[in-house]
T-cell receptor, first 111, second 114 residues
Framework: GESVGLHLPTLSVQEGDNSIINCAYSNSASDYFIWYKQESGKGPQFIIDIRSNMDKRQGQRVTVLLNKTVKHLSLQIAATQPGDSAVYFCAEKVGYSTLTFGKGTMLLVSP | DAGVIQSPRHEVTEMGQEVTLRCKPISGHDYLFWYRQTMMRGLELLIYFNNNVPIDDSGMPEDRFSAKMPNASFSTLKIQPSEPRDSAVYFC????????????FGPGTRLTVT
């Protein structure tokens, strides 16, 4: 989910559903990826990261999948809760460069 | 640890005025980043420091913007003179490792220039 112009892509789910947030990254040389969560009025918060030599990494209720062939990253959230409502950003890095952030996807969880 | 601390949380100023944003990074972190966030452009890196030394300021939009880090526990981002197009949320983040891995963000300063 990269945004275009003023509108963030939005994913609306019901509480308890599994959520999948997608990110298309731009640089085939990127070797490290991070997902951040940003709640309203707060700074981005680290969720999970993955290196390019992996294709899957799991955390608590979250899984990141990396498909380098199509330059695609996804974040799966299991049993989504209202507290998961936020904007989710993917970020990529090449070598010793700094992180480049995507524009984010808004996740709305309804009870 | 209190995390990254930013002040003020909100700033409203008139065009032409000087604005100073402040940041205290997490103790022990060697890297400090300043970002600007807008709906149109998303999260943009303005400048980052390593051990108090500016490493890359290529994201600073123009000479009206300047940043300093006089010591390991304090940094400022100054805009002089401010313009309405500078209105955004400014984040400070710090990082322990080579500056490109997990970054810890502050709560941000919402700047409105009228």
């Amino acid at each position: 989910g990269e945004s275009v112009g003023l509108h963030l892509p939005t994913l609306s789910v019901q509480e308890g559903d599994n959520s999948i947030i997608n990110c298309a990254y731009s640089n085939s040389a990127s070797d490290y990826f991070i997902w951040y969560k940003q709640e309203s009025g707060k700074g981005p918060q680290f969720i999970i990261d993955i290196r390019s030599n992996m294709d899957k990494r799991q955390g608590q209720r979250v899984t990141v999948l990396l498909n380098k062939t199509v330059k695609h990253l996804s974040l799966q959230i299991a049993a989504t809760q209202p507290g998961d409502s936020a904007v989710y950003f993917c970020a990529e890095k090449v070598g010793y460069s700094t992180l480049t952030f995507g524009k984010g996807t808004m996740l709305l969880v309804s009870p | 640890d209190a995390g990254v601390i930013q002040s003020p949380r909100h700033e409203v100023t008139e065009m032409g005025q000087e604005v100073t944003l402040r940041c205290k990074p997490i103790s022990g972190h060697d890297y400090l980043f300043w970002y600007r966030q807008t709906m149109m452009r998303g999260l943009e890196l303005l400048i980052y420091f390593n051990n108090n030394v500016p490493i890359d300021d290529s994201g600073m939009p123009e000479d009206r913007f300047s940043a300093k880090m006089p010591n390991a526990s304090f940094s400022t981002l100054k805009i002089q003179p401010s313009e309405p197009r500078d209105s955004a949320v400014y984040f400070c983040a710090s990082s322990l490792r080579r500056g490109t891995y997990e970054q810890y963000f502050g709560p941000g300063t919402r700047l409105t220039v009228t």
